[in-house]
């Protein structure tokens, strides 16, 4: 895979296909560098271009060439690439590599059964696609998702990051996969264009549904998510901004939990579903007055033992030391030359009969410069000084 | 581009969103629900508000180009239907909750995933849970929102599309693996941890030695200023990113000439370096001006529609948009002009547009072939087809109360 794109969205899709066992040749800028390098958080908290741990999650097992793709010997480069790869992935603002002459039309000359993924903001049609840059937060704000998160007395939060960056993917790789299953079957290449804004509109269908079939504009209702769920909510714990959220609005967990903390929730208004809905104040409150004291682990420990589905509203700290997360190994350690040791994320799913690649750190800027262009582009070494000397090859300066 | 696939799903909310888009990408998908439905046909929002099988709008959205059966797989004909049935296809999607029996047999290249909300096995494998469960386990919420008040969740149920859609993922990786050598496996996907990839760096804050950061409040302050980042407008609300370095610098500056150009901030600001962050020491703006900015644009947004800020942030090159909200999303041209939206009939004569092609592709199309399936309205045809079971065997078991 020749991975042409930067920040998010399509780092974290190649990544998908470097855990799968693919050869990921990420082409950076040492001058204009990736921002994600720029992105916390940095081994140590201390700020660096080579220290973002987020850099290595998102870019772990890939291979860096850094190379300026606007000097004509560098877009040789890319073009020789393209023709090794079977996957090209880009993440330019439209019309950027069109103006480079990398665009499919040039790409596919190259290598006709190359699969070629486009992915911005926008896509790559429409009239507002051409020029449109963008970040993941935009994404979520023009897919209505962050319209409706938030408080009906203030404006709207949205959800948190940059939103779209973490759904695109999805979309991006299974379209890329299933273009690759096509490809071994007829041997035709293709082109796929796919808008993140788009991408978020998927995850939120059911209010646009909601739009589109009721006339109903869904709008931000704070934590009044679910009026036909009662209890199901967060309530507070001890400690500075601890949660546990409890979901036992059917019959047998409502039980299990009154059982469980007594006191005003055996009200018998609270016996059946349509009690607990109009009452649904006082007893958010009787179970809040219960967990206000308490520490949000124990809670959870608690009422799962009795039977009912609640979960500390996980922090950063929660995810690392959780019991699950440790168990599948999920987080996986890393030691690089520069930053030393880290933890990143491993895979969301498992394969058992061809496990994942092993998970490594992600690539220093231009760390395989010399081996990529020996290797896939059947470069000599006088070849390749002859470019560092020439300014396309570029080093990290930083 | 999976026509020659067949999916097997037995339905449940996690299963959802991956067989839709197995569907979309032209596979053959096949829903198994028990006799009184799936519990996705259970997920509001209903159409007119008035709730039944056929009116869940969340079950129309994710089950569009699938077919369905019913069938009661914890029966012994149940149990033996699935089986001979299963084995026939490439795909089987399922549920931690909602499995085939272990017993069943489905030879050596079917493709079996299952969804857990944690996993199959070890911690937590036993929980109790929703997707509400799984969404507040997986470190979004705890970042999200104002810090004086709780978390905020969407309303609409987001685990289920994260499950789903790693799922796709999951059983596609696995295709390519079986197209190489020609064998099956299982698949198993935790809807926790796709659901983590929403809280982005979180899992990795502790692990490369840096402290927890309190929510929200923080971040959005540059310079001891306070910056909003839904600006409220003459008819709602627009995203502006304040951002500084070398990528994103240059459209705050292009931001600032804006709003000095319209009369907002004063004419030195536009000419002031913010490339470097304010109270950079190596020169730009100070803390003061970038008050009076945040000001100056906060007055400007108030005179403006969601689209003229949108228009302005496209023509010159701002990073802002318009915070759509979903009438916003159907009626924008950017969307219809590019293609995204297919019509799809959800009742009889009530025909919605879907925002059905999520990619677009040079030489395949996402369409809408059939809208979501109607509870057991393919069940005679693919027990007839698939198994061959005659017609009063097929009434036998509808009597018998197992489809």
Not at chain 1, 221 to 234: E, H, L, M
Request: charged share 25%.
């Amino acid at each position: 895979m020749l991975d042409l794109s930067w920040v998010m969205v399509g780092p974290v899709s190649g990544r998908y296909l470097a855990d799968l066992g693919a050869d990921v040749v990420k082409i950076e800028s040492a001058r204009r560098i990736d921002p994600l390098r720029t992105l916390g958080p940095f081994k140590d908290g201390r700020v660096g271009r080579e220290r973002s741990v987020s850099y290595h999650n998102l870019n772990a097992g890939k291979r860096s060439l850094a190379i300026n793709i606007r000097n004509p010997r560098g877009r040789e480069i890319i073009l020789r690439l393209a023709e090794w790869a079977d996957v090209v992935l880009e993440s330019f603002t439209p019309g950027v590599l069109d103006d480079m002459g990398l665009a499919y039309a040039d790409i596919s000359k190259r290598n006709a059964r190359v699969i070629m993924v486009s992915t911005s903001i926008l896509g790559q049609t429409g009239p507002h696609a051409v020029g449109a840059s963008g970040v993941g937060t935009m994404g979520a704000a023009m897919s209505g998702a962050t319209f409706q998160l938030g408080w009906p007395d203030r404006p709207p939060v949205g959800p948190w990051g940059p939103w779209t960056d973490a759904v695109a993917p999805r979309f991006i790789v299974a379209s890329i996969l299933a273009a690759l299953h096509r490809r071994r079957r007829t041997g035709e290449g293709c082109y796929i264009d796919v808008a993140q804004a788009e991408a978020g509109i998927q995850f939120m269908t059911p209010s646009l549904y909601e739009y589109a079939a009721n006339g109903i504009v869904p709008q931000r209702r704070g934590a009044d998510i679910a009026p036909t769920r009662v209890p199901c909510g967060v309530y507070p714990c001890a400690g500075d901004d601890k949660w546990i959220a409890i979901d036992a609005s059917d019959a047998k967990r409502f039980e299990a939990l009154r059982n469980l903390i007594g006191g005003d929730t055996h009200d018998r208004a609270f016996d059946t579903l349509i009690g607990r809905i109009r009452a649904r104040e006082r007893l958010d409150n009787a179970i809040a007055d219960w967990t206000r004291t308490r520490i949000a682990e124990e809670v959870e420990r608690q009422l799962q033992e009795a039977g009912v589905a609640a979960h500390t509203v996980s922090r950063a700290g929660d995810l690392a030391r959780d019991a699950h997360v440790l168990a599948t190994n999920h987080l996986r350690r890393i030691n690089d030359p520069v930053i030393g040791e880290a933890d990143i994320e491993g895979p969301r799913f498992a394969l058992a009969r061809t496990p994942h690649a092993e998970i490594r750190r992600g690539p220093r800027i231009g760390e395989h410069n010399n081996q990529v262009l020996r290797e896939l582009c059947g470069m000599s070494d006088a070849e390749i000084a002859q470019l560092a000397d020439g300014g396309v090859l570029e080093t990290n300066t930083g | 581009m999976l026509d020659d696939i067949r999916v097997l799903e037995i339905s449940a909310p996690d299963t959802m969103m991956a067989g839709r888009i197995l569907a979309d990408l032209g596979a053959d998908v096949i829903v198994v629900e028990p006799p009184a439905g799936s519990p996705g046909r259970r997920l509001e929002p209903f159409l007119a508000d008035i709730p039944g099988l056929e009116r869940s709008l969340t079950w129309h959205a994710l089950n569009r180009n699938k077919r369905a059966i019913t069938l009661d797989i914890n029966s012994p004909d149940g149990r033996e239907i699935i089986g001979s049935l299963a084995a026939k296809f490439d795909i089987v999607l399922e549920t931690k909750e909602n499995a085939l029996p272990d017993s069943i047999d489905l030879g050596s290249r079917v493709i079996r995933c299952t969804v857990a909300p944690f996993a199959k096995t070890g911690p937590k494998s036993d929980y109790a849970a929703s997707d509400f469960i799984v969404m507040a386990s997986s470190g979004a919420p705890s970042m999200t929102g104002d810090p004086d008040r709780p978390p905020l969740f969407f309303a609409v149920p987001q685990a289920m599309m994260e499950a789903g859609s790693e799922a796709a993922i999951a059983v596609l990786s696995a295709l390519a693996a079986r197209d190489r050598d020609g064998a099956g496996q299982a698949v198993e996907v935790s809807a926790r941890l796709a659901a983590m990839m929403l809280s982005f760096g979180q899992p990795i804050v502790l692990g490369s030695g840096n402290r927890e950061i309190p929510r929200a409040a923080v971040r959005n302050t540059i310079a001891g200023v306070d910056i909003p980042s839904a600006w409220e407008c003459a008819d709602g609300f627009v995203l502006i990113t304040i951002a500084f370095g070398p990528a994103f610098g240059p459209m705050t500056q292009r931001l600032v000439k804006w709003a000095a150009d319209e009369g907002h901030v004063p004419v030195r600001l536009a000419e002031t370096n913010w490339v470097l962050t304010p109270g950079d020491p190596a020169g730009g703006a100070s803390p003061d001006d970038l008050r009076t900015t945040v000001n100056g644009l906060r007055a400007l947004c108030l005179t403006k529609k969601k689209t003229e800020v949108a228009e302005a942030a496209r023509r010159l090159g701002i990073l802002a948009s318009a915070i759509f909200d979903m009438r916003d999303v159907a009626e924008s041209p950017q969307y219809r002009g590019r293609g995204l939206w297919t019509p799809v009939e959800i009742a009889p004569g009530k025909t919605i547009d879907a925002p059905a092609r999520f990619a677009q592709f040079s030489n395949y199309s996402i369409e809408t072939r059939r809208p979501a399936p109607k509870l057991s309205e393919h069940t005679a045809t693919i027990l007839g087809d698939e198994l061959g079971l005659s017609a009063s065997e097929i009434q036998a078991l509808f009597v018998h109360g197992i489809i």
